[in-house]
């Protein structure tokens, strides 16, 4: 049983929404992406949309917000933004509410396959604003982080190590 959020976090293209989702369906939990979330509540199609019309810091208000709905539901599976973690408010709602899993995936593996014109804080970008990204927020990731996940072995080996990981998380709660 669930008694709280497992909240993942990471950089964007480490797997966290991938991961999160079949995480969700093999322990038959909800499954909640706070982009999407975010999305839905500002009545917008996507996250580049939000940051294009709202702006950043409107953004990040309603993730906060999106995480504080969260925190008063039922336990689920919970993927975040890439830039969730630099708010101070939203790892205490994390913290408080659940435990955070940080998807760590190597550099090359993300440049491999990231689509920037997704992401909107790299919009555009190239594989050098990538890593400028990555590097200003590993350390969120590693600060805030209760357990760390390498998935830097496939899809089939991550969602075999987040799926034990949160069986065990479970057996202690």
Same mark, same amino acid.
């Given at each position: 049983?669930?008694?709280?959020?497992?909240?993942?976090?990471?950089?964007?293209?480490?797997?966290?929404?991938?991961?999160?989702?079949?995480?969700?369906?093999?322990?038959?939990?909800?499954?909640?992406?706070?982009?999407?979330?975010?999305?839905?509540?500002?009545?917008?199609?996507?996250?580049?949309?939000?940051?294009?019309?709202?702006? %950043?810091?409107?953004?990040?208000?309603?993730?906060? !917000?999106?995480? &504080?709905?969260?925190?008063?539901? *039922?336990?689920? @599976?919970? /993927?975040?933004?890439?830039?969730?973690?630099?708010?101070? %408010?939203?790892?205490?709602?994390?913290?408080?509410? !659940?435990?955070? &899993?940080?998807?760590?995936?190597? *550099?090359?593996? @993300?440049? /491999?396959?990231?689509?920037?014109?997704?992401?909107?804080?790299?919009?555009?970008?190239?594989?050098?604003?990538?890593?400028?990204?990555?590097?200003?927020?590993?350390?969120?990731?590693?600060?805030?982080?209760?357990?760390?996940?390498?998935?830097?072995?496939?899809?089939?080996?991550?969602?075999?190590?987040?799926?034990?990981?949160?069986?065990?998380?479970?057996?202690?709660?």
């Amino acid at each position: 049983m669930l008694k709280m959020h497992i909240f993942i976090v990471g950089m964007a293209g480490a797997g966290k929404t991938s991961l999160g989702r079949r995480l969700a369906q093999n322990l038959n939990k909800r499954f909640v992406d706070t982009d999407q979330r975010v999305c839905e509540m500002l009545g917008m199609s996507s996250v580049n949309e939000v940051y294009a019309t709202l702006g %950043e810091e409107l953004f990040k208000n309603a993730e906060t !917000g999106a995480l &504080i709905e969260l925190a008063g539901q *039922i336990p689920c @599976i919970v /993927s975040t933004g890439g830039g969730c973690c630099n708010t101070p %408010e939203n790892v205490t709602i994390m913290k408080n509410h !659940g435990v955070i &899993i940080h998807v760590d995936r190597p *550099i090359d593996q @993300i440049l /491999s396959d990231i689509k920037t014109d997704r992401r909107p804080t790299l919009a555009g970008g190239t594989h050098e604003d990538v890593i400028q990204e990555y590097n200003r927020q590993i350390g969120f990731y590693k600060a805030a982080a209760d357990y760390r996940l390498d998935n830097s072995k496939g899809f089939a080996m991550g969602l075999k190590a987040i799926t034990e990981l949160a069986e065990q998380i479970m057996r202690e709660e």
